[in-house]
């Protein structure tokens, strides 16, 4: 099946950094790519739809100046959470829609925990 | 608005069957999902279904009620590893996802 890497698997920062969370799918092209939130024992959220070479959707909100999406390319989508705060700790995770598909499948990445300290 | 209801917490013990609920009321509606996700983990497909009845894949099934809004997750032979939250998603008109906050399933020896 299809396959989305996620990295890093966890970080920690320190309050005010900035953290770049990457997702890539590695053997099918991925014209949208989703990014979610999941805070313990809730539901996924959806934060915004990423369409290749487009500016991404949001969700309301989710401050897009905050958390920028960078959807350069049909394999590559990169989350930045500018400026963490502790609120801001929470489990990411992406996932990718093969292109010409409905999403029957949604294919995620294994999801990215940060810590902001 | 758009609603996924499904038990928060369920326990069974180890080789029995479980039935885990999900009732929806969505704008439109095109497929339903359920997934596995183990704890700190991202989830992974288990099913899809857009058509009322029955879809068997091995010790999971799942059925789907249109009219009633209602699918269930059937999981036999239980095993530890089933141990998971089990979440149902509905694709509404807009095709957009919306979930369900996951069935805590916990299974006992």
């Known amino acids: 099946g299809a396959v989305v890497s996620q990295h890093p698997s966890w970080v920690i920062c320190k309050s005010g950094t900035s953290v770049k969370i990457e997702c890539r799918s590695l053997?099918?092209?991925?014209?949208?790519m989703f990014w979610y939130r999941q805070f313990p024992k809730q539901s996924l959220m959806l934060m915004a739809t990423?369409?290749?070479?487009?500016?991404?959707?949001?969700e309301q909100g989710v401050e897009k100046d905050k958390f920028l999406i960078n959807h350069a390319s049909l394999t590559l989508s990169t989350l930045t959470v500018t400026s963490a705060h502790p609120e801001d700790s929470s489990f990411y995770i992406c996932?990718?829609?093969?292109?010409?598909?409905?999403?029957?499948?949604?294919?995620f990445g294994s999801g990215t925990q940060l810590s902001v300290l | 608005g758009q609603n996924i209801d499904q038990p928060t917490e369920m326990t069974a013990t180890e080789g029995a069957i479980v039935q885990i609920n999900c009732t929806y009321q969505?704008?439109?509606?095109?497929?339903l999902f359920w997934y596995q996700q183990h704890a700190g983990e991202a989830p992974t497909f288990l099913s899809y279904?857009?058509l009322d009845g029955l879809e068997e894949k091995g010790r999971f099934s799942s059925f789907l009620s249109r009219s009633k809004g209602y699918s269930y997750l059937l999981l036999k032979e239980l095993q530890m590893k089933d141990s998971a939250s089990y979440l149902c998603?509905?694709?509404?008109?807009?095709?957009?996802?919306?979930w369900g906050a996951g069935t805590k399933l916990i299974i006992k020896p």
């Open positions: 996932s990718a829609r093969v292109s010409g598909t409905g999403n029957e499948k949604l294919f």
């Open positions: 053997d099918f092209q991925a014209t949208t």
């Open positions: 990423s369409n290749e070479g487009s500016k991404a959707t949001y």
């Open positions: 969505t704008s439109g509606f095109n497929g």
């Open positions: 279904n857009v």
């Open positions: 998603a509905v694709r509404d008109s807009n095709y957009q996802l919306i």
